[in-house]
């Protein structure tokens, strides 16, 4: 994450400090080192960390939620594998049972879906919609509007600033769009999509 230049951060009313152990961040796969040398439950424990507190360590209870969250995306079989030994659906589908297991009230996801396979993707995309179901918020970062319809309730479009915001049908128009791509509009017929 970058640091903040000056103001707050404030989410529901509290200082994002506050707010830390409540939120999950799963980054882009380009940003993490795959080859460090830690097993899948070791990745998913790290999530437990933050209701812990310094210099604790995971015990059973935190175990059995890891291995549970593993289950949940599919990946409990890999839990003794290296991180780096596995693909990049795979990996990515650990990240989010990291994720998981903190249990958070605030997901972030940074491109998601980049350079995984569609299992991976259906199996994430199906496990962020129960997270939404239980009342939990999921922001994604997400470049292929393709998808916008069939995976978002509402999008925030920005490009160095908030263009729009609102539901899937509100901000997937034509006008709308041409305002975040400068005109470069040709991936729109791609999308079903015509400029009047």
């Given at each position: 994450m970058i640091p903040k230049d000056k103001g707050e951060i404030n989410i529901a009313g509290k200082s994002i400090?506050?707010?830390?152990?409540?939120?999950?961040?799963?980054?882009?796969?380009s940003t993490i080192d795959w080859d460090f040398p830690i097993t899948v439950i070791d990745t998913v424990l790290i999530g437990t960390y933050p209701k812990l507190g310094l210099f604790k360590r995971p015990k059973k209870r935190e175990r059995e939620w890891a291995y549970e969250c593993l289950k949940k995306v599919g990946m409990k079989e890999y839990s003794q594998r290296q991180i780096g030994e596995l693909?990049?659906?795979?990996?990515?589908?650990?990240?989010?049972?990291?994720?998981?297991?903190?249990?958070p009230e605030l997901f972030f996801l940074d491109e998601p879906f980049v350079g995984i396979d569609v299992t991976s993707e259906e199996t994430i995309i199906n496990i962020l919609r129960e997270q939404r179901d239980e009342g939990k918020t999921v922001f994604i970062v997400h470049h292929d509007l393709s998808?916008?319809?069939?995976?978002?309730?509402e999008l925030l479009l920005l490009n160095k600033e908030l263009i729009k915001y609102g539901s899937v049908h509100e901000v997937c128009r034509p006008e709308i769009i041409s305002k975040a791509y400068h005109g470069q509009l040709s991936f729109l017929e791609e999308m079903g999509m015509t400029i009047s």
């Open positions: 400090q506050e707010m830390r152990e409540k939120i999950a961040y799963v980054p882009q796969r693909s990049g659906g795979q990996q990515q589908r650990v990240f989010v049972a990291r994720a998981l297991a903190q249990n998808k916008a319809g069939a995976y978002f309730d």
